[in-house]
T-cell receptor
């Protein structure tokens, strides 16, 4: 069964460093998302991406964040200058063309630890 | 601010019993509702979606939606210890708003 994959599973970085989190969505899906979950808190929407552009972003997704689909399979989240409060699980999700079905399928996540 | 509310629990039920999980949402025009299961340290796993008022059944799971009351619920029949997890309610079409989740413990 097709699934969303994410790499790395765990990333440790120092404050101020840039990180890139990678995702491979399910191959026939057209909508892509990033969410994050700080330990013990709710899953929060960061950004949605469709047709090679951002369709919506949250207040969390400030100028330090960017997303890209560099080729036909990868979808990346870049944090330019990490802060301690960026430490969280980051989940990528995708769903197919959304005419009747809006079910999102989540990847296993990347645990980002900023020290 | 759109909100999705869930009782954080834990909700403890004996093995074989019915677990009932509830969720309310604030955005009256919401059209799409989802239940996810999340084991500790893992990602959300889709259980069910529901879009219309009424009940939707899938195996041991039944989702119930009442848009007039802005309420969605999940029933788990014949609960098993492996059902012990946090259940997340999500509302939205392209952007999900999640609740904080209800922790379910099924006691063997």
């Amino acid at each position: 069964e097709p699934e969303v994959t994410q790499t790395p599973s765990h990333q440790v970085t120092q404050m101020g460093q840039e990180v890139i989190l990678r995702c491979v969505p399910i191959s026939n899906h057209l909508y892509f998302y990033w969410y994050r979950q700080i330990l013990g808190q709710k899953v929060e929407f960061l950004v949605s991406f469709y047709n090679n552009e951002i369709s919506e972003k949250s207040e969390i997704f400030d100028d330090q964040f960017s997303v890209e689909r560099p080729d036909g399979s990868n979808f990346t989240l870049k944090i330019r200058s990490t802060k301690l409060e960026d430490s969280a699980m980051y989940f990528c999700a995708s769903h197919p063309s959304g005419s009747i079905d809006y079910e999102q399928y989540f990847g296993p996540g990347t645990r980002l630890t900023v020290t | 601010q759109k909100e999705v509310e869930q009782n954080s629990g834990p909700l403890s039920v004996p093995e074989g019993a019915i677990a009932s999980l509830n969720c309310t949402y604030s955005d009256r025009v919401s059209q799409s509702f989802f239940w996810y299961r999340q084991y500790s340290g893992k990602s959300p796993e889709l259980i069910m979606s529901i879009y219309s008022n009424g009940d939707k059944e899938d195996g041991r799971f039944t989702a119930q939606l009442n848009k007039a009351s802005q309420y969605v619920s999940l029933l788990i029949r014949d609960s098993q210890p492996s059902d012990s997890a946090t259940y997340l309610c999500a509302v939205g079409t392209y952007k999900y708003i999640f609740g904080t989740g209800t922790r379910l413990k099924v006691l063997a």
